[in-house]
């Protein structure tokens, strides 16, 4: 069973229902209530507010199944009309193939995937990086997606598998693993496996910015989850081990966007979910003898900030 350490944004603060028996303090730092806790990073260049958003169904129009059945090679299997169900196109496949290739459109949630399932191969040549990064942006036109909506940079690590192009919310990136575009290409151009997540976006709320004192307070309050780093066997040794830091100094905060409510239980089966911005704190944890660069995920709106606070009391 995967650990809420497996569960990105890392860990997707907004945790999954595998983690509902852990709390956002399990996974936070347990800094000392006098560590100094010292601001370099400015916070003049982000936005004052941030808009909320809650997600609903996409349906994809015909063209864009349409491209999407031609990139995965099913032609033959038929082009159906664009449709507010749930659609799986298999391949053929024998009885002893569990998983034949097979394209997987499911409105509800704004998905639009292809995968080549047990005839991926283990470990494939992949074409590269920057290679692969042109060829995600010319295919994001055969689905009829504003590539202004997205970055194009790859945002997997050099150990993962493709790339991904995160989707723009205001200018501001979706956290990782989460709403955009990601492909697979091997060396030789033969497409494994994509997928579109693209839900519409609607806007609930425009919401003021926290302050670096109430983010300040979230790292004091045990609410600012740390992304772990090496064997997730390791990581809550970790966490002890960050606890005993004697200075933590903050040198840079980069906003997301996530799904789901900050520290709280994610609902999967949920149509419609939150859309909710985080920050990404980049901190040096300073131990006296030895230092090192830590990450903690905080929220970034007030009320968020606020809610989180008064959990504490």
Request: aromatic fraction near 10%; charged fraction near 20%.
């Amino acid at each position: 069973m995967k650990s809420v350490v497996a569960i990105t944004v890392a860990m997707t603060v907004m945790f999954s229902s595998l983690a509902s028996q852990l709390t956002i303090e399990d996974i936070s730092p347990h800094f000392a209530t006098n560590m100094p806790i010292v601001w370099q990073a400015s916070m003049d260049r982000l936005p004052n507010s941030f808009w909320t958003y809650k997600t609903s169904p996409q349906n994809f129009s015909f063209v864009a199944i349409s491209n999407a059945i031609v990139l995965a090679g099913l032609q033959n299997k038929g082009f159906p009309n664009s449709s507010t169900n749930q659609l799986t196109i298999w391949a053929d496949h024998s009885e002893v193939e569990p998983e034949p290739p097979y394209l997987l459109v499911l409105p509800n949630v704004g998905q639009l995937s292809f995968t080549l399932g047990d005839r991926t191969p283990e470990k494939p040549s992949e074409l590269p990086k920057n290679e692969a990064v042109e060829q995600a942006w010319k295919y994001l036109l055969q689905f009829e997606v504003d590539r202004n909506q997205l970055r194009k940079t790859n945002v997997n690590d050099i150990t993962d598998l493709g790339v991904a192009l995160p989707r723009l919310v205001d200018g501001v990136e979706f956290q990782k693993y989460g709403q955009g575009f990601s492909l697979l290409i091997s060396k030789d151009g033969k497409l494994l496996n994509f997928s579109l997540l693209w839900p519409k976006l609607e806007r609930v709320k425009n919401e003021q910015i926290a302050s670096r004192d109430q983010i300040t307070a979230c790292i004091r309050a045990f609410k600012t989850p740390s992304p772990p780093i090496g064997e997730e066997q390791n990581y809550f040794d970790w966490l002890k081990q960050l606890a005993k830091a004697r200075k933590l100094i903050v040198n840079q905060i980069k906003p997301y966007y996530g799904e789901g409510i900050y520290g709280e239980v994610f609902k999967e089966n949920e149509i419609s979910k939150p859309v909710v911005p985080y920050a990404e704190l980049e901190a040096l944890a300073d131990f006296g003898d030895t230092n090192f660069t830590v990450k903690l995920l905080a929220p970034i709106i007030s009320s968020e900030a606020t809610r989180l606070l008064k959990q504490s009391h």
